[in-house]
């Protein structure tokens, strides 16, 4: 009988979450759990993920560039009382600017090298190919950061593509059949482009040897979307997949790893 891979065997990270410091804006979970982020962190670990990443997110339209610090702020914060949580930044498309500023800062004064999920219909920053978003998007190619989109449309992409050839892109969730092999198709197009497996996907047998098949394991980063979807059905998403050896430690955090330059 062949047995289903220990997660405890594996590094893991889980490249797309939403950690939270204020409940009532910041989490987004359905069920409206976990409630704080030490239920969160042992979420995570109880699954057996040992890492987890992503940009904590504002529900609401933003009023100004403040709401955009606090929620940058947030994510340094839990990331000093979290070792597991690596950070992700949130920018913005109306605060061109300010958002480029940010990055620097990030950059060199924290070592953050990752932004997202950028998120247009919870945040309103306005289209991944807005020129307000395309002008962050330059910068952080400029600095070789990585970025991680909610879905993100080939226009939206090819126009990010163009304008920052250096930014490494990360496209989240697969989507349903159609929709998602036309994705992995569309993921051989640069070097630079990759997708992670949260959200509509996953659950349909043999998507992620599928994707495998068409774009290499290279292409796929481990993502649950937690707390809106659960981190463990993810996981194991991955772990019962028919996948070899390299492949699954390349998407589970190799990948992931190598796009961030983590050790």
């Known amino acids: 009988m062949t047995m289903i891979p220990d997660p ?32 969160f962190d042992r979420e995570m670990h109880k699954v057996g993920i040992g890492r987890y990443a992503g940009a904590p997110l504002f529900r609401g339209k933003v009023g100004s560039y ?23 930044i949130q920018v913005h498309g109306a605060f061109p600017q300010e958002s480029c500023e ?3 800062r990030m950059y060199e004064r924290e070592g953050i090298r990752y932004i997202g999920e950028l998120v247009p219909y919870i ?5 991944f190919d807005s020129p307000g978003m395309l002008t962050v998007f330059e910068e952080a190619g400029k600095l070789g950061m990585t970025v991680d989109l909610h879905n993100g449309t080939p226009r939206e992409v090819d126009a990010m593509l163009e304008r920052a050839p250096c930014l490494n892109i990360i496209m989240a969730h697969p989507g349903e059949p159609a929709s998602a092999k036309a994705r992995f198709e569309y993921l051989k197009k640069s070097p630079r482009l990759f997708m992670d497996i ?51 430690r390349l998407i589970l955090a190799g990948n992931f790893k190598r796009l961030l330059g983590l050790p």
Do not use: Q
Not at 200 to 218: L, Q, S
């Open 102 to 104: 940010t990055l620097h």
């Open 123 to 127: 945040m309103d920053t306005g289209a």
């Open 198 to 248: 949260s959200g509509y996907g996953p659950f349909r047998w043999n998507m992620i040897r599928y994707a495998v098949d068409c774009c290499g394991a290279e292409k796929l980063i481990f993502g649950s979307d937690m707390p809106t979807c659960s981190a463990g059905m993810y996981l194991y998403s991955v772990m019962t997949e028919n996948l070899s050896e390299d492949e699954r």
């Open 8 to 39: 405890a065997d594996y590094e893991i990270i889980d490249a797309h979450t939403h950690p939270f410091l204020d409940f009532s804006s910041g989490c987004i979970g359905a069920y409206g759990k976990p409630e704080t982020m030490e239920e």
């Open 66 to 88: 403040a709401e955009i610090e606090k929620i940058n702020d947030d994510a340094l914060r839990i990331r000093d009382r979290f070792s597991a949580y690596i950070p992700g």
